[in-house]
């Protein structure tokens, strides 16, 4: 028997049972994210990818719908970000490439390397992170912003993320105030945070 492909089979098993992941079997690590499936995602109606390693990560917000703090809760803001983002914004699926609720798991947006529509230029070239809820006062709850900490460092450890990614918050590509003040002042204390500012005309992009 086999022990390394044994035991990368029955943690997965495991892990894709208690906890909604996915298992990379070549390196047995598991995808730190909540899949599609599980939170009964609409079929996008075109998926449009782009080569990695990916050079920018992008945090932001969602403002509205508010924090969420269990599975169930976190599930129904999905179906609704999705819902807005494809049926009002015409968009071809919620926007964001990862979304990160209050109950500590990160859910499966687009995904890796699928073109977004959460900041225009760039979304050809970055992943895009939403915390949910509102964090223009408050902080996100410190399992959150562990969720998303774990997230970027799975995929730099995996070549989805290049090594020297830039780490930016929505307001410094786009005139907005996602992700909020407190949650950027965070972000501004994280690796490969860079304080460049790259706005242009909105009507333009």
Not at 38 to 57: C, D, M, N, R, T
Request: net charge neutral; with cysteine.
């Amino acid at each position: 028997m086999d022990f390394v492909k044994d035991f990368c089979y029955y943690f997965g098993v495991i892990a894709f049972t208690l906890f909604y992941v996915a298992v990379d079997s070549k390196a047995c690590d598991p995808v730190p994210y909540v899949t599609r499936d599980f939170w009964s995602a609409l079929p996008p109606k075109q998926i449009e990818h782009f080569a990695g390693p990916i050079p920018y990560v992008i945090i932001h917000h969602s403002y509205r719908p508010a924090a969420c703090y269990n599975g169930l809760q976190c599930i129904a803001a999905m179906q609704s970000m999705q819902k807005m983002h494809q049926d009002v914004r015409q968009w071809n699926d919620i926007g964001y490439s990862f979304a990160v609720g209050g109950d500590g798991r990160v859910y499966q947006g687009r995904g890796f390397n699928v073109i977004g529509a959460h900041a225009p230029r760039y979304n050809n070239r970055s992943v895009g992170i939403c915390l949910i809820g509102d964090w223009v006062a408050d902080l996100p709850p410190k399992n959150m912003l562990t969720a998303a900490q774990n997230l970027i460092e799975y995929g730099v450890r995996n070549g989805l993320i290049a090594q020297n990614y830039t780490l930016l918050g929505h307001r410094q590509v786009r005139t907005t105030e996602c992700p909020g003040d407190r949650l950027f002042e965070e972000i501004k204390t994280w690796p490969h945070f860079d304080p460049m500012t790259d706005i242009v005309d909105q009507n333009s992009v």
